[in-house]
């Protein structure tokens, strides 16, 4: 008889176990139940999410998440699944499931909010133009006028540049230039395939600090962008703890230690205090 109790214990030990495993229904409880996440981060964009060789991501967005997913998890050890997440399949990613978060500067948008659940802004950036070092022609953002604007696959930075408000802000005329990504459009501006490449300051100055004199920012803003936290369309509870986390990183100084730490040298004027949150409704 003790030995089929014992087995019926195991039983139901196995039977709690697998229901457990298969009982959350947020992110923020896989993560406290499971101790395990996955999180979604570019893997092209240096001083922001940047993989060379094996081991995980490096950069400023890669410190945000593992700083909030700490957070998440309440002192619970995390083991953290990193995958590349490009700007042109980020809603997909989320959507079917193959990541639980993403943090890959992912602007909020009006016509991303139908699509997904954003926890932040975690910083606000503002929108710039970097252009070949010696091209004298463009000073401003008014000179990208009749222009080659890199349009990279999955961002919607050029239609700040290109069209009329509400959406746009400058409606400038301009040629735009097809790329797979932001490295992609770096490449070709550094290969004179195009004359400018315009999107968060942050990210620009990451690929300028990389390669130190070939490119200038224009330090011309051309808006304000708000950089959240990708979650799954109507995970709510994630939303909320993750905008509580963004608060704490912010109050303890850890924001603004890791905007030194990733662009302290590039001569910007960092973020300095804590977005007010988008709200999860």
């Given at each position: 008889m003790?030995?089929v ?7 139901a ?8 495993s ?10 406290r ?10 893997w092209?964009?240096?001083?922001l999410?940047l993989?060379?060789g094996?081991?995980?991501p490096?950069g400023?967005?890669v ?7 700490d ?7 995390v ?5 590349e ?7 997909a990613?989320l ?7 993403v943090f ?7 016509a ?15 929108q710039?133009t970097m252009v ?14 009749g ?6 696959e ?6 700040r540049?290109?069209d009329?408000?509400p959406?746009?802000?400058?409606d400038l005329p ?6 797979a ?6 490449r070709k501006?550094?290969?004179?395939e ?32 708000k ?7 109507g ?5 909320e ?6 608060a704490?990183?912010?109050?303890d ?5 890791l ?6 040298k590039?001569?910007l004027e ?9 709200g999860?409704?």
């Amino acid at each position: 008889m003790r030995g089929v109790a014992l087995a019926g214990a195991a039983v139901a030990v196995l039977a709690a176990a697998c229901g457990s495993s298969g009982s959350y229904t947020t992110v923020v409880s896989k993560i406290r139940i499971t101790g395990h996440v996955v999180v979604g981060t570019k893997w092209d964009q240096p001083s922001l999410g940047l993989l060379i060789g094996p081991g995980d991501p490096q950069g400023f967005d890669v410190d945000v998440a593992r700083y909030v997913v700490d957070h998440l998890a309440r002192g619970r050890h995390v083991d953290i699944t990193w995958r590349e997440s490009p700007s042109s399949a980020r809603e997909a990613l989320l959507q079917n499931g193959s990541v639980d978060l993403v943090f890959a500067s992912y602007s909020i948008t009006e016509a991303r909010l139908p699509k997904v659940t954003f926890g932040g802004p975690y910083v606000l950036v503002q929108q710039d133009t970097m252009v070949r070092a010696g091209d004298a022609r463009i000073k401003k953002v008014a000179d990208l006028r009749g222009r080659r604007l890199c349009l990279a696959e999955g961002s919607n930075s050029y239609r700040r540049i290109v069209d009329p408000p509400p959406d746009g802000k400058l409606d400038l005329p301009a040629a735009l230039v097809d790329a797979a990504n932001y490295s992609d459009c770096v490449r070709k501006l550094s290969d004179g395939e195009l004359d400018a490449v315009s999107t968060e300051n942050l990210l620009l100055a990451g690929f300028a600090q990389q390669d130190p004199g070939r490119f200038r920012l224009l330090n011309d803003p051309v808006s304000e962008e708000k950089w959240g936290v990708g979650i799954k369309k109507g995970d709510t509870a994630t939303c909320e703890a993750v905008n509580q986390a963004i608060a704490s990183m912010w109050h303890d100084g850890t924001a603004t230690r890791l905007l030194h730490k990733w662009f302290g040298k590039t001569g910007l004027e960092l973020p300095s205090r804590l977005p007010k949150p988008q709200g999860c409704a």
